[in-house]
């Protein structure tokens, strides 16, 4: 349904698992990579070719390892250059206004939110018309799109 819709959808890993160890955890990403994959392709036909690490690349003790096979793989990775600090740490401030906060200024946006939190689901319509009024455009996002060619930092 989301990929009908026209978003865009990418891999994150079967389970999420952010505390793999490096001495096993180069082997279990690569087999979470591929079993999200082959159920996504289950369920839609399509393989994916983005993929987000879960917790952002900085926290990959292994990168070095995976970005070469991500690719062998026909992935490109992408982070998030805005957040709605929504997954347990607190900002103090409203999903709504951390998204805001964190994209002020930057021409190119890709945001971290989370759609089991309440607050982000309620915020996300301040968002979008904040940004529109600003001048911001959405699109879904392909490994086309001109973010993959530089590097993108997690905030």
């Not at 992408?78 to 409203?94: E, N, R």
Request: charged share 25%; net charge negative.
């Amino acid at each position: 349904a989301e990929m009908m819709a026209g978003h865009s959808v990418g891999n994150h890993t079967y389970d999420h698992v952010t505390s793999w160890s490096l001495i096993d955890g180069f082997e279990r990403f690569k087999e979470q990579v591929l079993l999200q994959d082959e159920r996504v392709y289950q369920d839609t036909g399509f393989h994916m070719d983005m993929f987000r690490f879960p917790g952002g690349s900085v926290g990959c003790h292994f990168k070095e390892l995976a970005e070469p096979w991500l690719e062998e793989q026909g992935y490109k990775w992408i982070d998030w250059t805005a957040s709605a600090w929504d997954a347990g740490q607190s900002s103090g401030l409203s999903s709504a206004d951390a998204i805001l906060i964190t994209a002020k200024d930057k021409d190119i946006v890709v945001v971290l939110a989370h759609d089991f939190n309440y607050s982000t689901y309620l915020g996300i319509e301040k968002v979008v018309t904040t940004m529109r009024e600003e001048g911001y455009i959405f699109l879904p996002l392909f490994t086309q799109s001109v973010m993959f060619d530089e590097p993108l930092d997690a905030v």
